[in-house]
Structure formats: C-alpha cells, structure tokens
C-alpha cells in the first residue's frame, strides 16, 4: 500500500486515523441510486485492507450491498478525516464473527454472533483519502487568523491519497 507520491506513511496515517476514531459513516448506494450514509461501528482496530462491522440482516444496508457492492466509509477523530473506498461483501464466517464479537456488538443485537438475524459485512478497501491537522483546533484558528493576516493559505495539516493494494483477508 502506498499514498500516490510514494509514500507508505500515507497507509499507517490512514490506520491511526481510523483506529482513534472507531466510528465511522457507512455509505452503501440504495437501490434508487441515491447514497444513504449511517453511523456505524468498526469491529477491528488493525487496518490490514480490510475492515468489519455487523449489521442485522434484515437491515437497508445488507440490501444495498446486495444490489451494489461499492461503499465508502468515512471517519472523523480529533486530529483529522478519512475518506475510504472499497467493495463489500456480507459474508458467512462463524469463526470470523466470533472472533470480532464484542461487548459493542451485544448490546445492538439480541442474538450472538452465529445468529441468522446478524450480517458480517467485509470491506475491502481500495483507496483513501485522508486530511490530518497538525493540533487542536485552537492551533487551527491560530493558523486561520495568520493566514488571514499575512494573506497566505493556512497549513492545516497533511493530505494524502492512499492506493490500497494488499492482500485482503483470507477468512472471508
């Protein structure tokens, strides 16, 4: 995985961003072509190319991905956004499920995790775009104001774009 310069610090951005955020905006393409965006919740911290979540089975989203597999899943922590794109699949892995399950997904879903009734979506990223601001957001002001004052653009931190290439997870 590397950002388009070159630079494989773009991919470990990516992760700490993701990683400090834990929810995200899950974007599937409805069926009316329209994009329907929902919170949802990231079930594995380590960013390999591919990301998990649960859902109910019956829900929009697993339809969706059924019509339509492209998704993007953005996230927003204290020190920065990322925007990832990538195909998703519900997928049917019990040792997968029970391996992610947790006291987050419990308490959205009556059942356990080899119920019928809950989905294991995958993700398999394929880019990214990340922004990372380089403090609070009272340096932001800060670098707002002297932007202002000196007519010069603010440094608000780093932009990357991120081509994903590895391997996916072999338990889908």
Not at 71 to 76: E, L, R
Not at 103 to 125: G, Q, T
């Amino acid at each position: 995985m590397t950002n388009t310069d070159g630079n494989t610090d773009g991919v470990t951005k990516v992760a700490e961003l993701m990683s400090e955020a834990g929810l995200c905006m899950f974007t599937t393409v409805g069926r009316d072509g329209h994009l329907i965006s929902r919170p949802m919740a990231l079930q594995e911290a380590e960013f390999d190319g591919d990301l998990w979540f649960f859902a109910a089975h019956d829900s929009r989203k697993v339809g969706d991905i059924a019509a339509n597999p492209a998704v993007n899943v953005s996230f927003q922590s204290g020190s920065g956004w990322v925007s990832l794109s990538g195909t998703a699949a519900v997928v049917e892995n019990t040792a997968k499920a029970e391996e992610l399950w947790n006291s987050r997904a419990a308490a959205w879903f009556e059942k356990n995790p080899d119920s019928r009734e809950v989905a294991l979506i995958h993700v398999a990223a394929e880019g990214a775009e990340y922004w990372s601001t380089p403090g609070s957001k009272v340096s932001t002001l800060l670098a707002y104001a002297k932007a202002k004052i000196t007519d010069q653009r603010p440094d608000l931190g780093d932009n990357g774009v991120v081509e994903l290439e590895l391997p996916h997870s072999t338990t889908r």
